[in-house]
């Protein structure tokens, strides 16, 4: 027979499903819950999910066989911007997108072997799940997490509506191509900041997390210590007698040289209302969207009001309204410090403001022109006129210092500050799970009553012009209020769908309750024991879902011990391909399919021109590098996929897909298919190789064990490789060689379920190579690996000893003393002397 991967690995799929292997059971093993970050259902899968769903499926696999109940269940990320676009562009709906999307993935997930419980599986857009989302959303507002406030939006004033901040694109709405606007519209928003301290202090408990990424998480929620000051106006205007600002630079108070507040400051606000030229300002400004990277690149542009504050180290500031001071950090005023901060000194170099040193470095170095210099935290420097009396300080030390001075004279107080901003939710977008709440001229805004979950999206719903479609639907959105029983209208927003896999994880423990959660079910499987994703989640995703993990405990829905929900994190690689580029007249790059090139000769093979190979490359398909799984299992199986996406790379590394690396992989498993079925035709009598190939396979077990646990898999890769070799090589019985191919089997398992299934019963195992409990390595054949140390007593060398490699100090100084030539030189005493250098000599003194 040959290595037939589509008819042996529909085999052990149908074989899988009918003993209902994967289903997730609660017995009396322990739990062990693994699970992948869930794909948005875009329309096929690519090589990326096959390496992620690997990685996991190598982990349940492995706990499987070591006796755990595993919990690895799968889903879909389902609403989102996609479907509605290509319900804009194509004329169909969102849902039929969506769940046809959903249909062709699982078809091509499935024959990838995983070991997942189907059972399981959910859409975040089934109303079965939202309507929970709904009914959590509700608890978490009688809990005070979610509340409405001012938000700034982006406002497409062509197509007169609001736009995520991916569609606006260089400042204009993607489909106008108007400049966007901000707005202010009231929005819903979960208090996250409020936790901001604890979801800080508690990374330090994630110690199966990657640094970076706790890292990364740190420096988003952003705390820091500063000061809150307020500056008294020269003359108070309209009802403003102050205005306070936060620095976390308050060492530099001496080179302030002007105040600068948000354009949606309350004074600003006050003092447009009676100038035109303020207000058409504050408008202006505003355009070019809300994402950080607008308001970064945007240029400094200032508004001065005419008005002055005092400066309390004398002399007066002048108030400017500029365009990059944010209303929703710290008071939304600052002092601007044109000699230590960039964006201030561009600002004070186009209006002509004053530029005071406040320190020099030590060594006397001058600062350099329009180039503002922050003052080092943790180096010395000298303060010039320091209004704290700080002459030689480091900046933290100044910093500290004018604190307190500032507290000391009344005039501000220290303030510890999150960047972390409270999560604005509201989305006017239709494929979305909706608010549940309406609005009632009486009442105000009430929740949708429970019993009335979910609020179900209307399916008669039109794309053709722009805008949210709730909002021109009458008869979903007229309806009558919960509290008083008169006419209402719902709410059209829909909920950002970061809220959809904030909580899915928790979800999987019971996806059919008719409550958020069953405390239960989730009391028994959570935490998730290992959570494996891509970094780009590394943020946002996170946090929401430690938020809300926190949230849901608040509210009743999660046990306690669950505030951190992911055990174990583990970010992986990408998945790369070379682009195979040639260049055209114009010096414009041309790129070329890989089976259009000759990578022998570098040419393209229809006009011969050389190519230009750049290796390593992020897949996409304008580069025309993109790799189809679906192509690799059909022309050679899932089990060459999974192997090759595990092999060559550290998984958190990425590893470059190759055609004659994945030739290469088969080529392999079909050399492991042959071995097995020379061994389980092999009549052979003992050679007496046997205890070299038991030595070799408790090794591979060792080996192997330590790459799964390790999160090293290519590690295990490597080590099957030499495992086969050897076993191939070996001369021992057929016994002893069969025993050793069923080791072979069970630890290629994990990585490829289907040969292994196949190789464990041509070598008549009993049951499925899964169900088998994972392989232990005796010990003693781990160390084989001896060492012979000569003896020198008093200097000469006179015996020597045979001891394992890694036999501790001790142990070998025991052995050295009961040596014939010892003891004899010994005499009945002890040794004045005994030394042993470890894998090189022992020298005994007497
Ligand atoms: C004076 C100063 C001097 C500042 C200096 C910086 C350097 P982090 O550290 O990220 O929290 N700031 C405060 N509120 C702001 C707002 N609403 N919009 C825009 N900028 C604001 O940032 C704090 C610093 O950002 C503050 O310290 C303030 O500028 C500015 F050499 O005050 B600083
Ligand atoms: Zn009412």
Known sequence: ??????????????????????????????????????????????????????????????????????????????????????????????????????????????????????????????????????????????????????????????????????????????????????????????????????????????????????????????????????????APVHGH???????????????????????????????????????????DVRKGGTTEEALEKAEKRGFDTGLTVENPLGGT????????????????????????????LDFARKYELSVTDTFVALDGGTPVANEAFVPPKTEKVRWIDQPAGVTEATGQEAIDATIDWAEAKGIGTGKTQYRLRDWGLSRQRYWGCPIPVVHCDACGVVPEKKENLPVVLPDDVTFDIPGNPLDRHPTWRDTTCPACGNPARRETDTMDTFVDSSWYFARFTAPHA??????????????????????????????????????????????????????????????????????????????????????????VRATGETIEVIPSAKMSKSKKNVVDPMDIIASYGADTARWFVLSDSPPERDVEWTASGAEATHKHLRRVH??????????????????????????????????????????????????????????????????????????????????????????????????????????????DDSVTLPIQINGKRKSEITVPKDLPRDQVEALVIQDSAVLKALDGGQPRKLIVVPGRIVNVVV
Not at 515 to 538: C, F, K, R
Not at 559 to 581: D, R
Not at 751 to 780: C, Q, R, Y
Request: proline share 5%; glycine share 6%; with cysteine.
């Open 1 to 234: 027979m040959t290595y037939e991967t589509a008819a042996i690995e529909a085999k052990w799929q149908s074989a899988w499903d009918k003993a209902d292997l994967f289903r997730a059971v609660r017995d009396d093993r322990p739990k062990y819950y693994v699970l992948e970050m869930f794909p948005y259902p875009s329309g096929r899968i690519h090589i990326g999910h096959v390496r992620n769903y690997t990685m996991g499926d190598v982990i349940a696999r492995y706990k499987m066989s070591c006796g755990f109940s595993v919990l690895h269940p799968m889903g879909w990320d389902a609403f989102g911007m996609p479907a509605e676009n290509a319900a804009m562009a194509s004329g169909g709906h969102p849902k039929d997108w969506t769940y046809n999307n959903i249909d062709v993935m699982r078809g091509q997930m499935k024959p990838l072997g995983l070991s997942i419980d189907w059972s399981r599986e959910f859409a975040t857009c089934d109303p079965e799940y939202y309507g929970q989302q709904q009914a959590l959303f509700i608890d978490m507002l009688d809990a005070g997490l979610v509340y409405r406030k001012p938000a700034i939006v982006n406002w497409d004033p062509v197509d007169m509506t609001v736009l995520a901040n991916e569609q606006v694109i260089d400042g204009r709405g993607w489909r106008s191509g108007a400049e966007v606007e901000r707005r202010e519209l009231t929005q819903w928003a979960f208090a996250i900041s409020s936790m901001a301290e604890d979801l800080l202090d508690s990374l330090a408990t994630l110690k199966d997390w990657p640094e970076k990424v706790r890292l990364m998480q740190e420096n988003w929620i952003g705390k820091s210590r500063g000061l809150q000051m307020t500056f008294a106006m020269t």
């Open 317 to 344: 500031l002048p108030i400017w309204v500029a365009n990059f001071v944010l209303m929703d950090y710290g008071t939304g005023a600052i002092f601007g410090c044109p000699a230590h901060d960039q964006r201030d």
């Open 514 to 603: 008719k409550t958020p959660t069953d405390l239960d079910e989730a009391s028994y499987w959570m935490n998730v024991d290992q959570y494996i994703g891509g970094v780009e989640h590394a943020i946002l995703h996170l946090l929401y879902s430690r938020f809300f993990a926190r949230a849901m405990q608040k509210t009743g829905h999660l046990p306690q011990g669950t505030e951190e929900p992911f055990n174990a994190l583990f970010t992986q690689g990408m998945v790369t391909h070379a682009i195979y580029q040639t260049k055209d007249d114009k010096g414009r790059p041309v790129y070329h399919l890989p089976e259009d090139v000759d990578l022998e000769t570098g040419t």
């Open 674 to 783: 042959r071995l097995a079925e020379d061994i389980a035709r092999a009549d052979r009598s003992d050679t007496g190789a046997d205890a070299d190939l038991a030595r070799a396979t408790a090794r591979a077990i060792a080996e192997v064990t330590q790459g799964i646990e390790g999160f090293a898999f290519n590690k295990s890769v490597a080590k099957l490789y030499e495992f086969t070799n050897t076993l191939h090589k070996s001369d021992a019985s057929a016994a002893a060689r069969r025993d050793a191919m069923k080791v072979l089997a069970q630890l290629m398992s994990p990585m490829t379920p289907h040969l292994a299934e196949e190789i464990w019963s041509m070598m008549g195992g009993e049951g499925f190579v899964l169900t088998a409990p994972w392989p232990v390595a005796d010990p003693a054949l781990l160390v």
């Open 241 to 283: 007698a102050g205005i306070e600002i936060y620095t976390t630079r308050p060492d530099t108070l001496r080179g302030a040289s002007f105040i600068a507040i948000a354009p949606e400051h309350p004074l600003a606000k006050a003092l447009a209302a009676e100038n035109p030229d303020l207000a058409a300002f504050n408008v």
